[in-house]
Antibody, heavy 121, light 107 residues
């Protein structure tokens, strides 16, 4: 069965970096882009960007450009999202989600379980 | 960025009721509109994609409609497990954007 399993909760100080992993199983890893979406407490989801696990190409929301990196390791079907220079308003649950490509209309059909990142001094 | 506005922001209803949630886009998005259900502490789950296509395994009491800027999610007969928060999501233009959510509560 399809699974996206994320790494565990993190507590970070302002200015630090966090790296979250998302391990995929149950499907052909390179056939689906992985997107990252975060959700601050009590808020709606916020899209951050995607990585193409086949080529390594990435695309980020302008809000996060310069502060986010997405990478992948195809040998272990895992993608990583690193967010730098953390601020208190980066406190959120971070999700990975897959999207089948190519697709004229795309949607997130499977999600990871989420990783809580708390930024606090 | 395309703004997605859901209404109402919260809704109280009873088991067996028919409810409709609306989502309005700030510009036309054709049918590039998806709906998700989220229960407390869990990841969102896809209900409907392409405005009206039911995801596999989702009960047929859920239905979606609309195109352009105005969309609806309807639950024909509420079941106890349907009380959750619902989000719309546009994937027409980057950046993807979501509605602020509609919290469906038991009356």
């Amino acid at each position: 069965q399809v699974q996206l399993v994320q790494s565990g909760a993190e507590v970070k100080k302002p200015g630090a970096s966090v790296r979250i992993s998302c391990k995929a199983s149950g499907y052909t890893f390179i056939a689906y882009y992985i997107h990252w979406v975060r959700q601050a407490p009590g808020q709606g989801p916020e899209w951050m960007g995607w990585i193409n696990p086949n080529s390594g190409a990435t695309h980020f929301a302008q809000k996060f450009q310069g502060r986010v990196t997405m990478t992948r390791d195809t040998s272990i079907n895992t993608v990583y999202m690193e967010l730098n220079n953390l601020r208190s308003d980066d406190t959120a649950v971070y999700y990975c989600a897959r999207v089948k490509v190519p697709a004229h209309i795309y949607y997130f059909d499977y999600w990871g379980q989420g990783t809580l990142v708390t930024v606090s001094s | 960025d395309i703004q997605m506005t859901q209404s109402p922001s919260s809704l109280s209803a009873s088991v067996g009721d028919r409810v409709t949630i609306t989502c309005r886009a700030s510009q036309s998005i054709s049918t590039h509109l998806n709906w998700y259900q989220q229960k407390s502490g869990k990841a969102p789950q896809l209900l409907i994609f392409d405005a009206s296509t039911l995801q596999r395994g989702v009960p047929s009491r859920f239905s979606g409609g609309g195109s352009g800027t105005d969309f609806t999610l309807t639950i024909s007969s509420l079941q106890p497990e349907d009380f959750a928060t619902y989000y719309c999501h546009q994937s027409y233009n980057t950046p993807d954007t979501f509605g602020q959510g509609t919290r469906l509560e038991i009356k």
